[in-house]
Every structure is written in C-alpha cells, then in structure tokens.
C-alpha cells in the first residue's frame, strides 16, 4: 500500500474515536503523540550564571584591590630601601666612631669627611666637645647621604676619656 492510503486508513480509525476530520480529499487529523501523553512541560526557570554588570562591578572591584596591593609593594620596597641606607649608615658611623678610638687623639671642633659604604655615598660629620667636669669628651658622629639633602641617616654618640698628653 501506498503512504496515502496508510494515512486515510489510519484516520478512519481516529475519526470514530472523535478526532478532527477534515472533509477535503486529503484527510488532516489532530493526532497526540503517545509518548508525551502525560509529561509534564518544563518550566521556565532563570539560566544559572552572572550579567555583564556583575562581572564588571567584580573586575571593577578586583581592579581597585589590585592597585592597592601593588601601591603597598612599592612602599614597602621603598621602606626596605630606606631601612638598609640607614643601616649602613649606622655602620660607617660605628666605623668612624672605632677609628677615633684607635686614634689615640681627639682633636675639637667639627670635621667633615667621606665615609661611602659600597655604592652608596656618604658623608660623616664628627664633632668632638668637651663635657663639663673636662675629664671625658662627648663624640658625636653624623651620617648623611651626599647624593640628597635631609636629615641625617644615623646618628652615634659617646663619651670618651680625654686622652693624656
């Protein structure tokens, strides 16, 4: 048999059962497909994921975090910088200051000299004075950068005995 007569057969049989017929020579049925008699339809449900505002006002966010981290490497790259110049700085005024030991004398006044450490320049300032009851002298090193103007990087004071003449 041919497909237009296993339609028209198939549709003799629904049209007892009370599907719609058409009257014209092809016949058009409203049939229901078995398998989906009795599941139910899905419902709309919101998809899962995030708008492009969100993802913006998280990078946005991210962003700002991020700049505040690198701000805070540099500083404290900068702060360690600033911490080793004054240690260094320590270190040729406790250098200074041993040197004027073993000098032996101690000439007053104020004396200027270089005192560089590695690559960077330095500048000592010693002052020698004498203290009040003339037994003991009061020494007292400077440590300055000379690349820059400001405040000393160290400072180191003592009282040495007055050495006999």
């Known amino acids: 048999m041919s497909l237009l007569s296993d339609l028209t057969v198939a549709t003799n049989g629904l049209a007892s059962s009370g599907a719609l017929v058409s009257n014209r020579s092809t016949p ?95 500048r000592c300032e010693q002052v020698i004075g004498a203290v009040e009851n003339g037994r003991m002298l009061k020494v007292g090193v400077q440590v300055f950068d000379r690349s820059q103007e400001g405040p000393p990087l160290a400072r180191l004071d003592t009282l040495l005995n007055r050495p006999q003449d």
Request: charged share 20%; aromatic share 2%.
């Open 28 to 122: 058009m049925v409203k049939v229901r497909c078995p398998s989906r008699r009795n599941v139910p339809m899905p419902n709309k449900t919101p998809q899962a994921g995030f708008t492009l505002i969100e993802v913006l006002v998280a990078l946005a966010i991210i962003a700002v975090a991020m700049s505040a981290a690198v701000r805070v490497a540099g500083l404290m790259t900068q702060s360690s910088g600033v911490l080793r110049d004054r240690s260094i700085a320590m270190i040729a005024a406790q250098s200074r200051m041993a040197e004027l030991r073993l000098e032996g004398r101690l000439p007053m006044g104020v004396k200027a000299m270089e005192c560089d450490q590695g690559r960077l320049l330095l």
